[in-house]
Structures are given as C-alpha cells and as structure tokens.
C-alpha cells in the first residue's frame, strides 16, 4: 500500500524524482551544514579540543610524576642496598672482632692456667724438697743420736751438747753429699 502511494505521488508529479539535483535545495543544505558547524565549533569543538589538551596535559604529567616516582624508587632501592651490604660488612666485622676477642680470651686463660700449673709445680716441688731434706735431717739426728748413744755406751763417757751438733752437722754432710 505505502507502495503504490509512494507511486501515485511520483506519477501525479506532486513529488521531484529522488536523484533530482535541485540548486535551491543544495544551497540551503549548504548552508545549514556550515551554520550547523560553526554552532558544533563554537560550542563543541572548543571544548572537546580543551577537553582533549587537557587530558593529554595530565598523561604527560602523570608519566613525567610516574619517572620521577620510577627514580625515586630506584634511588631509595639502592640506598637499601647499600646499607644491606654496610650491614652485612659490618656484623661481618662483628663476628670477626667477637672470634678475635674469644680466641684472646682463651689465650689468655691458657696463659693464665699454665702460669698457675708452673706456679703449682713449683710449690709442690719446694714442699717435696723441704719435706725431703726435713726427713733427712731428721734421720740424721735419730742416726747421731742413736749413735752417740751407742758411742757413749761403747767409750764409757757422755758426749756434752757441742760434740753432739759437731756431729750432727758432720753427719747431715755426709749424707746429703752421700744421698
């Protein structure tokens, strides 16, 4: 129906042909497409252009801030770095002075035990001889006594107290010369 409407207002000429090149129409056309952009640029394009400077302005900002924040990253994970191996020389330092104090130490107390041990020995050895040469003394006076008893019982006299340390003295010579 719409198309046998459509083909009566062609035939009865009330309506041009579509491919009909008409002037007054093209112009009018015309100048409602360049009216209709002078509108969209004035109160379009300007801000869309705006709009767009504006945006591309915060992506240059944004990727300048993101570098600066990329070195700053970097500056500090380096810094980081430095101080992790400042501290890995630095407890390797103190492990090195603390072997260095504990062998010092055990030195030392080596030192210190082998001088006590000598100083040990020593005495032991000086309370040996003393005990040593005490026994021998006393073996002596128990032999001069028990020999001048002997002495006196055999010669018939009693010896008087200088002849008996004379004869002591001789005899602790003579052992310990002997011995």
């Known amino acids: 129906m719409l198309n046998q409407s459509l083909a009566g207002l062609i035939a009865s000429g009330a309506a041009s042909p579509p491919l009909e090149l008409r002037v007054d129409t093209l112009i009018f056309s015309l100048l409602i497409f360049v009216g209709l952009l002078a509108v969209l640029f004035k109160f379009a394009w300007t801000p869309i252009v705006e709009g767009l400077d504006a945006r591309e302005k915060r992506m240059v900002d944004d990727i300048e801030a993101a570098r600066i924040a990329k070195e700053q990253a970097e500056a500090q994970l380096a810094a980081y770095q430095e101080k992790m191996a400042g501290a890995d020389g630095e407890a390797s330092a103190l492990i090195a002075e603390a072997k260095s ?22 005495r032991a050895l000086a ?39 004379a004869l002591i003295e001789k005899s602790l010579k003579q052992f310990t010369t002997g011995a």
């Not at 040593?132 to 008893?149: G, M, P, Q, Y």
């Open 127 to 165: 309370e040996i001889e003393a005990a040593k040469t005490a026994a021998v003394r006393d073996l002596a006076e128990s032999s001069v006594d028990s020999a001048v008893s002997l002495a006196g019982s055999i010669v018939g006299r009693s010896l008087d107290k200088s002849d008996h340390s």
């Open 101 to 122: 104090t504990a062998n010092d130490a055990k030195e030392k107390i080596m030192a210190e035990a082998a001088a006590e041990a000598q100083k040990t020995r020593e």
